[in-house]
């Protein structure tokens, strides 16, 4: 499956999702393209490789 992207100058781009894994930290990205629509860094939730290092209190059940 490939990603559409928009980088910060304007141009677009087909990207593999663990490229734009890379390209959201480089912080190159300023859009990609979900199912439900285009997804902006800073304004819409994004996936983070720093998945897992939740420090909160555990709430899910056993």
Same mark, same amino acid.
């Given at each position: 499956m490939m990603i559409r992207v928009m980088y910060s100058d304007g141009r677009f781009d087909m990207v593999k999702p663990g490229m734009l894994d890379n390209l959201l930290n480089r912080? %190159? %990205?300023? +859009?990609f393209k979900r199912n439900t629509g285009w997804a902006v860094v800073g @304004?819409?939730?994004? @996936? +983070? +490789? +720093? @998945? $897992?290092?939740? @420090? $909160?209190?555990e709430r899910r059940l056993p």
């Open positions: 912080q %190159v %990205v300023t +859009s @304004r819409d939730a994004i @996936r +983070s +490789s +720093s @998945r $897992g290092n939740y @420090r $909160g209190m």
